[in-house]
Each structure stands twice: as structure tokens, then as C-alpha cells.
């Protein structure tokens, strides 16, 4: 199945212009990723093992809007897609946005109790997904299976929520 992606400006404006899903993006464009922390009462996050095919690791829930989806929508859509929860009622958090090389980063954040046995993983995605504390997953990055990217996010959230 084909998925387009759009394409922004510098300055983080939709072009009009779309990419397809895998393709490289075109010299002076950028595009989208968006990426969550789940929070949890018990301060433990929702962190999710990629199948191997999309590098075996330990990640937060996250991905690319399709064409025409908002950051906003984007986030949702991939908590229902990867993790079968609709957080449509939900108000997550944009609290960062990066940009690097040709890529903006949408950072989100939202505290929600979800049972671990009311997630239905998406098999082509994931493997498995857990609940974890924060010097947990500060581990599972030390043995080198966490996705840097989203190791960088939690930090950047932890950091957000020092202060």
C-alpha cells in the first residue's frame, strides 16, 4: 500500500507537495515525525520492541502523519494503529519540536493508565509492549536496544518535566 507523507518548508508550513512512504524527501523539504510519551500513575512509560524488520529495539509509540493529517491527528493515529488505543478523547501534550537535517519532530506527552492486556499490538510494527521506569529504560539504552532517536525524546521529556 502506498502512503504519502507531506512535504513542509523551513519554515514548518505544508507545501502542497507529498513524498511517498520510503522515498527520499526532495532537497530544501522537510517532513514529519511525531513521537509520545504515555505516562502512567505508577510513573512508568509505555515503551514498545519494533519487530526486527524495522530494527528489532525498544521504542516509544510514534511515526510519520500521513498526508493531510495534522501532528495532532498523526499522534493519535499511530497510538491506534501501533497500540489498538484510541486516545481520540484524550488531550496529548505538544511539548517540543526539533528539526533535524531534513526532519521535524513533534514531541508529545500524555498521562494515561492503560491496561497492558487492552493493547493490541500491530504485528507488522510490534513485538511486544511493556511498561517501564525511567532508570529501565535508561538501561535497556545503556545495553544498546533502544532506539536513539526515542531515547533522545524521553530525554528531551524528562528534561520537560524537571522543569
Not at 10 to 20: E, L, Q, R
Not at 44 to 54: A, G, S
Not at 134 to 154: L, P, S, T, V
Amino acid at each position: 500500500m502506498v502512503e504519502y507523507r507531506d512535504l513542509y518548508d523551513a519554515n514548518k508550513c505544508v507545501t502542497g507537495k507529498t513524498f511517498i512512504k520510503g522515498e527520499q524527501v526532495l532537497k530544501g523539504y522537510f517532513y514529519l515525525i511525531v513521537i509520545i510519551v504515555i505516562k502512567n500513575s505508577l510513573d512508568k512509560y509505555l515503551i514498545q520492541k519494533r519487530v526486527e524488520r524495522k530494527g528489532g529495539k525498544w521504542a516509544l509509540t510514534g511515526g510519520h502523519p500521513k498526508a493531510g493529517e495534522s501532528s495532532l491527528e498523526g499522534i493519535k493515529e499511530e497510538v491506534k494503529e501501533e497500540l489498538g488505543i484510541d486516545i481520540n478523547n484524550d488531550n496529548p501534550i505538544l511539548f517540543k519540536e526539533n528539526t533535524h537535517n531534513d526532519q521535524f519532530f513533534d514531541l508529545y506527552y500524555l498521562e494515561k493508565d492503560i491496561d497492558i492486556n487492552d493493547i493490541n499490538i500491530q504485528q507488522e510494527e510490534v513485538d511486544e509492549v511493556k511498561w517501564a521506569t525511567r532508570d529501565e529504560i535508561i538501561k535497556i539504552y545503556e545495553k544498546g536496544e533502544f532506539h536513539k532517536g526515542h531515547y533522545n525524546a524521553f530525554l528531551d521529556y524528562l528534561n520537560y518535566e524537571e522543569n
